[in-house]
């Protein structure tokens, strides 16, 4: 898995200080500042703490599975703002290369926010994820047709796709949020609407045949 994380800090040197610092307990392997310059600070072969607690497809513990990089942003605590063409176009150079490198499926390709969806919300709905799907790096927002909502319905799609929910203790609203955050990101109030009923099912359906991770 590839999983994408903004860093939350005020500046890039205190985000680098904190993950290069073993008190922490919290690494990832690559940084990428809003210039573009990427700095690599764990191999790829090895284990980051950058996940945390995590769920995903009915497994947990994803720091095991998944290579992690940090974007430099402030974040919802610090003046969360849009993330530089610069600092896109590295991402997609280095995601391009590690989703080769292992073979990281399009649809494991994901956000903090959607394997912990109870904690966090990075990297965010500022975040160009069309821009990830173009490359095919990620897989795109499908056409929607809205429909009734229905929450058992929708919790079945969101769980078919990967989200955690009532299983790992994720009540729905938290796990529409952050789907709403990755899908639907002009509107990301937990609210199972019609729109986000179709969604949810589209979503769904662009993996139902791809394979669980091993």
């Given at each position: 898995m590839l999983v994408l994380h903004y860093t939350g800090m005020r500046s890039?040197?205190?985000?680098?200080?904190?993950?290069c610092d073993p008190a922490a307990k919290v690494s990832a392997h690559y940084l990428i500042d809003e210039d573009g310059a990427v700095v690599g600070l764990v191999p790829d072969e090895m284990r980051a703490w950058h996940a945390g607690v995590s769920w995903w497809r009915g497994r947990s513990g994803l720091n095991d599975v998944a290579i992690g990089i940090?974007?430099?942003?402030?974040?919802?605590?610090?003046?969360?703002?849009?993330?530089?063409a610069p600092q896109m176009a590295a991402l997609v150079e280095l995601a391009g290369t590690l989703v080769r490198r292992w073979g990281i499926p399009a649809d494991r390709?994901?956000?903090?926010?959607?394997?912990?969806?109870?904690?966090?919300?990075?990297?965010?709905?500022?975040f160009d994820w069309p821009l990830l799907a173009r490359a095919?790096?990620?897989?795109?927002?499908?056409?929607?047709?809205?429909?009734p909502p229905a929450a058992a319905a929708a919790a079945a799609a969101l769980a078919a796709f990967g989200y955690p929910g009532a299983t790992?203790?994720?009540?729905?609203?938290?796990?529409?949020?952050?789907?709403?955050?990755?899908?639907?990101?002009?509107?990301?109030?937990?609210?199972?609407?019609?729109v986000t009923m179709g969604l949810a099912g589209a979503v769904a359906r662009l993996r139902r045949?791809?394979?669980?991770?091993?």
């Open positions: 890039a040197a205190e985000a680098l200080e904190r993950l940090e974007l430099v942003n402030p974040g919802h605590a610090w003046g969360y703002r849009p993330f530089p390709v994901l956000g903090h926010s959607d394997i912990a969806p109870t904690r966090k919300e990075d990297p965010g709905e500022l095919g790096l990620c897989l795109p927002v499908p056409e929607v047709q809205p429909e790992e203790g994720v009540p729905l609203a938290t796990a529409l949020r952050a789907f709403q955050r990755r899908w639907r990101p002009a509107c990301c109030d937990g609210i199972l609407d019609p045949d791809r394979p669980a991770p091993t």
